[in-house]
């Protein structure tokens, strides 16, 4: 057992992990049961769910069944404790590790104990589980689930528990035991497929068990007149059998009997037996047994502790020899428990006995014993059931921490929900709990609870719990509420405590505290010199300790110190790193999609559309759409995706999806969030010429904005304002705002959206005719620009950039960058006379084509091979550029010069009339000219030379170790492939080796993007690259070798061999021997799949 699955033990009851010891002599073998209903009727069925009243004898006979059919099974005892989740995965690690010599629990230590694990990493932890489970399994394995109905009100843990039936392999079998339907949802149980399920009347005695029972196992004697009586009137209830037996023991058996009889005829059995039970237990255990009733577990020591007797451990064994209702719950027969009924007989019993305080003084015994033995919920619950509130908020307030920090969160929360609130209020340390809880499960909610344990520490200069309270309700008004003009009001009071009692805190503590008064500075005001001191201290300690998922958390608010600015490079760092912890196993999902949040956020702000879309969707699929629902990253995104459709010129859909949005909950309540929508939405509106609609919406967002607050986020709103005004020609009230956010900019220094207001305020200038202020705010703005190496602005329409960036080139102001965000950004190049015309779209890979403007106007049908000929010899010409000679020459090799001239100026004439009619009214000169003898390619765009700049570009990230900005690079590129040119293109050898030199980049780049991913668990998308490579270069050995390899260790065997045959196919096609061929493929086998 390992040091973490020992620490989970201490967590849990003894008897959690193997099943109640019976003495086989004490119990009536249900042979009908076992061998008929579950042997062969259950044979191929993966579920036993059997759902019966208490003391039916449901686990009694899984342990017969279990025992006579032996094999490998996990026993798990349900407890009140499973309520919260994480543990109970927890614990049920630790249990296969128990049960199943093979199973490791290593793979889930570090991220459990040092990671934020929450519900919705469960799923993606229980496939880890399950892959760890069937490489350990040599056949079918049964996991038993006992006192599930103790999980009716734990819809989380039920939800798991629906997961790991639905999603396991048939050898996992599954055993479920229940007082009470069971409320799991899964498509077995809820349709009744591949199941077994056995109810109160299975399990009843018929007439021959009961006398079975009572004659044989009992040795009773009882006539079989009084044994037809207690079987009618028990209808078959083994518990009420058993009751009866012991009523007829003892010295005064024919008037027991007569008693029994008459109790059965009367329909007052159970009452009967429940009164008289005692009568046949030695007196002298009567009050030992009725103080240890209020326990949950009976550990020798603690009843030697709360009876006085020494000798408790001998009574306890001797009941249990005697069937009465005693058993063992461990092997070394040190802790007792009682059965469930008969412990409830002396529990209503004892409270008959005992005071509430002669109760509530066991019941503190208890709770003193298990912090003893570091069991720290269990302690809770004694204390709570004692109502000894003060020793609850004396043990959260040592212990609470450490509870939290192995994700005990629902644990606390559901012994705090039971204090009641008139006393929860007056306890400091019991609020902070209930409130840090309630921030992981339920964040909307906590807010109250912290304040209130504000209000108690403030006063009483408990300056821990105040520092605690307060760095909470930071991450409370910046995450939930949006409120962050309150989250500033925190800062100073915070930032003192931190400095008086920081050094006190634990490592774990601190680096939370630190990361949150870190995200204050950085959300709240933007004083990212402030914030950057915390999280720095927060990533020092986080990594000298080695807490992956604080480093995770903590990365993500050292990203944002700089993304929110604007400036990507200062930000390469922790985009980098993020994208290496991305993928690791160890870190929750809830830290994975802050990170991922950040990348995302990173390509939306900078204007890389097409890998945006495509990180969102791995988002999506890496969390789940119903967690991203449940945090504020689903409002973000569609605040995002609102800005990029604008940015694209597609208006009207932007409005309707911030319109659908608005009204949700987290948006709605939540001022930030709403004033951000309301200000895309009067944006949107304002483009589509709805003047009114985004009046309202606009002075919406700013009012909410003065009550959200927070520094950088007025600067957006007046940017988003100033693009409002100036589309509704309020030019007035447009430089108001930006002159205001200019101001802010410049404060905060942020060159970002001081460039991106300056920009607009210059379309602004252009439009009153102050030519001069717009002319300085032109070349300020891209003065930043190129410095910072911006190329775009959130939501900047098209129209807009344009109108400024012809403005830019008319007057000489930066022209070279002017004309590169023309090309990156507008796809445009600029005339003589400073007027942008779109660039020409020439297709080559996977079809020919010619377009502008994103729309197809040639295919491949309306050239001839001639004039397909010229343009391939042009785009695989350097800098596009031909000696009309050498086309010449390439076409008609054996002609006369003179005669290869007039063909060449027909040739090209008929070209430029095909492309001219088709693009017009755009010129043609633009494009195609021959100048000098030279034919030259001006302003295009071609997917070739593209996908040429982003693998290149990929290629000098990856050889940087920029693994995630190659990533992004390679993503284009592949993207971009389809096949190199078309066949009948390839005629010249000039386009014949630029096709090789393409092909070869190609395998290059997916070879070095594809052991990337293999190396950080991504291997669908590893071999999907290298898939799409061969598809034009099969005859490239390695990518073969590494396609084959990767199959093999993803297990796909018959893939990897399919593999191996259509390479030999190919080869043999090529015209290779047999015996190369075969020397060739057996190199690829005989690598190792390792």
Not at 65 to 90: I, K, N, R, T
Not at 191 to 218: K, P, S, W, Y
Not at 479 to 492: F, M, N, S
Not at 739 to 758: H, K
Request: with cysteine; proline share 3%.
């Amino acid at each position: 057992m390992t040091i973490w699955s020992s620490f989970i033990a201490l967590k849990i009851p003894a008897n959690k992990f193997f099943p109640p010891h019976f003495a086989a002599s004490h119990n009536l073998f249900r042979s009908r049961l076992v061998n008929e209903i579950l042997h062969e009727q259950g044979k191929d069925k993966k579920i036993f769910l059997i759902e019966a009243q208490g003391g039916h004898g449901k686990t009694t006979l899984a342990t017969q069944y279990l025992d006579a059919f032996p094999g490998d099974y996990a026993w798990y005892q349900v407890g009140p404790e499973d309520s919260d989740p994480v543990l109970f995965f927890s614990a049920l690690v630790v249990c296969l590790e128990n049960s199943l010599p093979g199973f490791s629990c290593a793979p889930f230590e570090k991220m459990l104990a040092n990671s934020k694990v929450n519900v919705g990493d469960l799923p993606g932890l229980a496939n880890m589980m399950l892959a760890g489970l069937v490489k350990a399994l040599d056949g079918d394995f049964f996991m038993v689930f006992d006192d599930l109905h103790l999980l009716e009100e734990s819809e989380h843990t039920l939800s798991f528990l629906d997961y790991l039936i639905e999603t396991s392999p048939p050898r996992i079998r599954f055993i479920l035991l229940s007082r009470r339907p069971v409320k799991l949802k899964n498509r077995l149980v809820k349709f009744g497929i591949d199941i077994l399920r056995l109810g109160n009347e299975d399990l009843a005695l018929t007439a021959r068990e009961t006398d079975d029972l009572l004659n044989g196992v009992l040795a009773l004697g009882v006539p079989m007149e009084v044994v037809r009586k207690i079987h009618q009137a028990t209808e078959g209830w083994v518990m009420g059998m058993i009751l009866a037996g012991h009523a007829l023991e003892g010295d005064s058996r024919a008037e027991s009997m007569a008693q029994v009889t008459d109790a059965l005829a009367g329909g007052r059995a159970l009452d009967y037996f429940k009164d008289e039970i005692f009568t046949q237990i030695p007196a002298q255990f009567h009050d030992s047994l009725l103080k240890l009733s209020l326990l949950d577990e009976i550990s020798v020591d603690l009843a030697e502790e709360i009876t006085g007797e020494p000798e408790i451990g001998e009574k306890l064994t001797f009941l249990m020899n005697s069937n009465y209702f005693v058993r063992s719950l461990d092997r070394r027969g040190k802790i007792f428990g009682f059965h469930h009924l008969f412990q409830e007989f002396m529990q209503e019993r004892a409270k008959l006995r005992f005071s509430k305080a002669e109760r509530a003084e066991i019941l503190k015994k208890a709770s003193v014993f298990s912090m003893g033995q570091k069991r720290v919920v269990a302690a809770l619950r004694y204390a709570l059931v004692a109502e000894d509130y003060d020793e609850i908020d004396s043990i959260i307030e040592r212990e609470g921490m450490a509870l939290l920090a192995v994700n005990q969160h629902a644990s606390i929360l559901s012994i705090l929900q039971q204090v009641p609130p008139e006393i929860l209020q007056q306890k400091g340390w019991m609020l902070l709990f209930t409130g840090l809880a309630y921030s992981d499960l339920f964040p909307e909610k906590c807010r109250i609870y912290l304040e209130g344990a504000c209000g108690i520490f403030g006063p009483r200069q408990e300056k821990i719990g105040e520092l605690l309270a307060l760095s909470q309700l930071i991450m409370f008004l910046w995450v939930v509420a949006g409120t962050h003009k309150d989250g500033e009001r925190l800062l100073p009071r915070a930032v003192q405590l931190f400095d008086e009692v920081g050094v006190m805190l634990p490592p774990f503590i601190k680096i939370i505290v630190a990361k949150n008064i870190a995200s204050g500075f950085c959300y709240f005001n933007a004083n990212m010199e402030r914030s950057s001191q915390y999280s720095s201290l927060a990533m020092r300690l986080a990594q000298k300790y080695n807490a992956t998922g604080l480093i995770a958390n903590v990365l993500l608010i050292q990203g944002y110190e700089n993304l929110l600015l604007g400036y990507r490079q200062k930000n390469k760092r922790e985009l980098e790193w993020g994208y290496s912890i991305l993928l690791d196993s160890h870190v929750a999902a809830t830290y994975k999609m802050a990170l991922c949040t950040m990348q995302i956020d990173d390509l939306q702000m900078h204007g890389d559309f097409v890998n945006y879309r495509q990180q969102k969707e791995k988002l999506i699929s890496l969390v789940g759409q119903e967690l991203l629902e449940q945090t504020i990253v689903g409002p973000y995104l569609v605040v995002w995706d609102c800005s990029v459709l604008i940015a694209e010129g597609r208006f009207a859909e932007a409005a309707r999806l911030v319109e659908a949005g608005v009204h949700t909950g987290r948006v709605d309540h939540n001022p930030h969030m709403r004033s951000q929508f309301m200000q895309w939405l009067a944006y949107a509106a304002a483009l589509l010429g709805y003047r009114e609609k985004a009046l309202v919406a606009i002075n919406e967002s700013a009012l909410l904005r003065e009550v959200a607050g927070g520094d950088l986020f007025l600067v957006q709103h007046k940017v988003v304002a100033g693009r409002v005004y100036y589309q509704l020609g309020h030019y007035q009230e447009s430089v108001r705002e930006l002159n205001s956010a200019i101001e802010g900019a410049s404060s905060l220094v942020t060159e970002y959206w001081e460039a991106a207001a300056l920009m607009v305020r210059a379309g602004v200038f252009v439009k009153l005719g102050q030519l001069a202020e717009a002319q300085e705010d032109i070349g300020r703005s891209l003065v930043l620009m190129k410095k910072n190496r911006f190329s775009y602005f959130i939501g900047i329409t098209p129209a807009l950039l344009q109108d400024v960036l012809e403005f830019a080139v008319k007057r000489d102001i930066e022209t070279d960058y002017a004309l590169l965000l023309g090309r990156e950004r507008l796809g445009v190049a600029f005339d003589g006379k400073s007027k942008a015309f779109p660039l020409l779209e020439i297709t080559f890979l996977g079809g020919f084509s010619v377009g502008i403007g994103g729309r197809r106007l040639l295919k491949t049908e309306d050239f001839t091979p001639a004039q397909k000929r010229v343009l391939a010899l042009l785009v695989s010409s350097p800098n596009l550029r031909i000696d009309q000679e050498k086309v010449q020459f390439a076409l008609w090799p054996e002609g006369p010069p003179d005669k290869t001239r007039s063909k060449f100026d027909t040739l090209l004439s008929r070209l430029r009339k095909t492309i001219s009619e088709a693009i017009a009214p755009h010129s043609l000169k633009n494009y195609l000219t021959l100048k000098q003898g030279i034919l030259c390619l001006d302003n295009c765009n071609i997917d070739a030379r593209l996908f040429e700049a982003k693998a290149n570009k990929g290629l000098l990230h990856a050889r940087a170790n920029e693994w995630w900005m190659a990533g992004n690079c390679f993503y284009e590129a592949v993207h971009l492939w389809q096949s190199c040119f078309a066949y009948d293109n390839i005629c010249d050898d000039l386009v014949h080796c630029y096709c090789n030199d393409l092909r070869h980049l190609l395998a290059e780049a997916s070879r070095k993007w594809g052991e990337n991913l293999a190396e950080v668990g991504r291997m669908d998308e590893a071999i999907y690259a290298l898939r799409e490579a061969l598809k034009s270069d099969f005859a490239n050995a390695g990518l073969v070798k590494m396609l084959y390899l990767f199959l093999r260790r993803h297990g796909k065997l018959a893939e990897a061999q399919q593999i191996v045959r259509d390479y030999g196919q190919h080869l043999s096609r090529e015209n290779y021997l047999p015996e190369e061929i075969k020397e060739m493929l057996d190199d690829i086998v005989s690598m190792s799949p390792n």
